[in-house]
């Protein structure tokens, strides 16, 4: 009876070896406060007295521990400070936790002792470098009056073909590239060559946003360059550029300024230039006109060219070699076209005025030799109507053509004037001699200041 009470009353007591597994999963929740062997807290404080005063701004921050309880009061210039005495005092062994009392000042004159201390620090550091700016400073001066000095020695370029505008452009060059060698010099005396790796890198962003801003005026740019180079046309020479014509004024790094037969000043693109098509009159003095004649298909042709030429033989101006042709061009229904063609040395006869007077030439000999230049011919079909006698015997005396005599003035061989013409020159030569438009053609300079004199 005893046992089987025995074995109830241990059926009924509670399972502790269920229940400690429990406690001991809520203890390890919870960090523990090692006790043993922690310092004292005058230790702690001592502690943290001796990193404060180490540190410039944390001097006058007081301290107190108790039961490892740590607790900072006072002032502090900013708060990173303040945040830094908190951070070093957590980090403190034995330390169980902070209470952060510090504050930072409000009157204005606090505020303003880390700017002045830091500017008195700047201002120290600046007295101490003095010597080594002076010397930096030095150095680019110096390498910038040697690359301007280098700058104004064109001649060794000029003497190797290059134009004014290739000259100009070689020696800014020289002068960018010498005082960039003093710049560097300065910089490695300061110690702040990594600053020429961030300048490059923001030179070259802005280098490429402008590149694409002045897109067109860079193209312009360097077609003046290669026009400069090149050489194509000089001051007076007529060209034609596309449809635009005129004779050269002067050469710009942007445009090219041409004076049209009317007088006034044409610009063009230097770009433009160099994509298109040009013509220059002017570079060989001996030019060919020509014009077209339509004869009636009944005429000899043979005698018609032999006329046409005899008459341009007579005519002054025209050259004798290469001497005047005559083509039969084409053949018409009621004409025969005829193509004139002669030769003007320009240096000495004007191309329009000769070009004009040759056509009045061969039009009067045509006309005294009876070779007829018709009108295009139209054929009318007229219905058969009844006539009266007293017309009828009318007819043809009113269809009859009758010869018109050609005065002999007409056809003689006056003397005009066909001298060159100076007019757009004059006017070239003084656009020049009054603008101070910059000139990048040989001889620009120099023709402007002869005329001034």
Known sequence: MKALLLALLVCCLPDNSMAMPAQGESDSQTAAIQVINAPQDEAIAARFRAISAAIAGMETVEVSVQAGVLTLKG????????????????????????????????????????????????????????????????????????????????????????????????????????????ILIALELLDATALVSAVLGVAGVIGIALGFAFRNIVENYLAGVLLSTRNPFAIGDFIQVDSMSGSVVRLTSRDTVLMTLDGNHLRIPNSQIITSPMTNFSRNPLRRFEFSVGVSVDLDLVVVRQLAIAT?????????????????????????????????????????????????????????????????????????????????????????????????????????????????????QDDLQHSEEENLLPGGKAAAKTTKS
Do not use: C
Request: charged share 20%; glycine share 4%; hydrophobic share 50%.
């Open 75 to 182: 002032e502090v210039n900013t708060a990173q400070l303040k945040t830094a005495a908190a951070d070093i005092a957590n980090r403190l062994q034995g330390v169980v936790h902070v209470q952060n009392q510090l504050q930072e000042p409000v009157a204005l004159r606090s505020r303003l002792a880390p700017a002045v201390d830091k500017f008195g620090e700047m201002l120290t550091n600046a007295v101490q470098m003095l010597p080594l700016l002076l010397l930096a400073l030095l150095s680019i001066v110096l390498f910038w009056l040697a690359g301007s000095w280098l700058s104004q020695r064109g001649a060794l370029l000029r003497r190797l073909g290059l134009s004014e505008l290739a000259t100009n452009l070689g020696m800014r060059f020289v002068r960018l590239i010498i005082t960039s060698i003093g």
């Open 312 to 428: 341009l033989q007579q005519m002054t101006g025209i050259l004798a070699d290469p001497r005047p042709r005559v083509l039969v061009q084409e053949l018409g229904d009621s004409t025969v076209t005829v193509r004139v063609l002669a030769w003007v040395d320009q240096r000495d006869t004007d191309f329009l005025k000769a070009r004009s007077e040759a056509i009045r030439l061969v039009k009067a000999a045509f006309d005294k030799a009876g070779i007829e230049m018709p009108e295009p011919i139209y054929r009318i079909h007229m219905a058969e109507m009844p006539v009266a006698a007293d017309h009828a015997a009318a007819t043809p005396a009113a269809t009859a053509l009758t010869a018109i005599d050609v005065p002999a003035s007409a056809t003689s061989i006056a003397t005009v004037d066909v001298s060159a013409d100076t007019t757009i020159e004059q006017q070239v």
